[in-house]
């Protein structure tokens, strides 16, 4: 049969559910969590959130800043150095002030759903013009100096380039950047992904940087966070600037 579209209303607001069919064919079964859903509240309307959803935070309710994940997983952040709301590309979105704010999730809470991966794809809506200091981490896991490391997504506040670093401590070793400079004060949508064919950067759903290194990212005992990173245990490479609707799929999405 053909995949359907599911749409189902609540006092919540509408969702929109796109299944995927592989239609009885060899390996049926593995096509089918590369279906999505998309929110739609008085409060936000989310990003399609496609395959295997790992985080999904609209970060707006009623105009005001939010922590609650959207997806299935439920992991709700914790807003550090009191960040503020900001007009995002739907709703709300978080201001960031380059030097104490920033978003995180334990690594006993959520961890475990950005580990060990050998596909995924994280990405998130930008804004900025100064970017911090000589980074501006927009999504990570990673400790940079004990290197207990997953992954790395964040600009270089120099050239505002951006630059996904996917880490194992072995064959995953490089990082793959864009070309766009994105110091600007627009938004744009930065997405890191690694596949089996390697790692890529798309800026505004235009590939960008591609490299052929692939594994299986590392179980790192570090905090997830948005807007920074880790060194030693403390936070640090804050962003300066605005981001809305971060995510993080267990899927290597195509553009």
């Not at 922590?67 to 997983?73: E, F, G, I, N």
């Not at 290197?147 to 070793?173: D, K, W």
């Amino acid at each position: 049969g053909k995949s359907n579209t599911i749409y189902a209303g609540t006092a919540s607001g509408l969702s929109v559910i796109q299944e995927k069919q592989s239609h009885a064919n060899y390996g049926d079964g593995s096509d089918e969590s590369n279906g999505s859903v998309k929110y739609y509240t008085k409060d936000y309307i989310s990003e399609e959130m496609v395959g295997d959803i790992r985080g999904m935070w609209p970060l707006s309710a009623n105009g005001a800043i939010s922590m609650s994940d959207a997806s299935v997983k439920a992991d709700t952040l914790t807003n550090n150095g009191t960040a503020t709301a900001v007009t995002g590309v739907r709703g709300a979105g978080v201001s960031l002030n380059g030097s104490s704010q920033y978003l995180s999730c334990t690594d006993a809470a959520c961890g475990s759903q950005f580990e060990s991966l050998s596909a995924f794809t994280v990405g998130a809506w930008i804004k900025t013009s100064t970017c911090g200091g000589t980074w501006g981490d927009i999504m990570s896991k990673a400790d940079v100096t004990t290197l207990s490391f997953s992954f790395l997504l964040e600009l270089n506040c120099s050239s505002g380039i951006p630059l996904f670093y996917p880490y194992n401590g072995g064959s995953l070793v490089s990082s793959v950047s864009g070309n766009t400079n994105l110091l600007d004060g627009k938004w744009h949508f930065v997405v890191g992904q690694l596949t089996s064919a390697g790692s890529r950067v798309y800026v505004d759903g235009k590939l960008e940087g591609s490299i052929s290194e692939t594994g299986t990212t590392m179980n790192s005992t570090t905090n997830f966070s948005i807007g920074a990173a880790y060194s030693s245990g403390s936070p640090t490479r804050y962003f300066n600037g605005s981001i809305d609707e971060p995510f993080v799929t267990a899927t290597a999405l195509t553009a």
